[in-house]
Antibody, heavy 117, light 110 residues
Framework: EVQLVESGGGLVQPGGSLRLSCAASGFTFSTYWMSWVRQAPGRGLEWVANIKQDGSEKYYVDSVKGRFTISRDNAKNSLYLQMNSLRDEDTAVYYC??????????WGQGTLVTVSS | QSVLTQSPSVSAAPGQKVTISCSGSSSNIGNNYVSWYQQLPGTAPKLLIYTNNKRPSGIPDRFSGSKSGTSATLGITGLQTGDEADYYCGTWDSSLSAGVFGGGTKLTVL
């Protein structure tokens, strides 16, 4: 059974940093692109970033470029999102998702990030 | 403002059919595959349709997808109260080099 479990969310002050993790199981992690998608309270889905199987390609939404870094450790079956210089507008539930056939076919339950003073 | 445009809401009676549209441009829908997601209240999104019109295992054939030019459509037949949810379209935008979603459509089954 495919499972994605996010962790690392919490309350952080504006300008602060957080590192999100996503533990994957039930599939061969190293053979899939992976993505982060977020959802602000009461709002729609926003794609954040994705990463190729070997980490050689990474893409980001403009609003997080230079502040967020996506990475992965295939030996640990884990996906990460390092978030720096956090802003109020980064407050959201962050989902980890597996990419397959040009879609995100499995999603984690999400982890809430709240940026507030 | 989302790159892909969806109507904010749609409603229909149980047993009826509804369509949800998603409009984009040549840099996204026009030249990339479209996927559709269902998000029930308080839960993570679930993949309904991938590569424009294919259903993952376990998704009933009441759900269908199509694409024409720079627009895509999700169809749901035999509506059930359990279909009440937010529905999102998604694709890749080649100009932005980023994934994009529609703003979502809230389906109410009256």
């Amino acid at each position: 059974e495919v499972q994605l479990v996010e962790s690392g969310g919490g309350l952080v002050q504006p300008g602060g940093s957080l590192r999100l993790s996503c533990a994957a199981s039930g599939f061969t992690f190293s053979t899939y692109w992976m993505s982060w998608v977020r959802q602000a309270p009461g709002r729609g889905l926003e794609w954040v970033a994705n990463i190729k199987q070997d980490g050689s390609e990474k893409y980001y939404v403009d609003s997080v470029k230079g502040r967020f870094t996506i990475s992965r450790d295939n030996a640990k079956n884990s996906l990460y999102l390092q978030m720096n210089s956090l802003r109020d507008e980064d407050t959201a539930v962050y989902y980890c998702a597996r990419d397959n056939y040009y879609a995100s076919d499995y999603w984690g339950q999400g982890t809430l990030v709240t940026v507030s003073s | 403002q989302s790159v892909l445009t969806q109507s904010p809401s749609v409603s229909a009676a149980p047993g009826q059919k509804v369509t949800i549209s998603c409009s984009g441009s040549s840099s996204n829908i026009g030249n990339n595959y479209v996927s559709w997601y269902q998000q029930l209240p308080g839960t993570a999104p679930k993949l309904l349709i991938y590569t424009n019109n294919k259903r993952p295992s376990g998704i009933p054939d009441r759900f269908s997808g199509s694409k024409s030019g720079t627009s895509a459509t999700l169809g749901i037949t035999g509506l059930q109260t359990g279909d009440e949810a937010d529905y999102y379209c998604g694709t890749w935008d080649s100009s932005l080099s980023a994934g994009v979603f529609g703003g979502g459509t809230k389906l109410t089954v009256l």
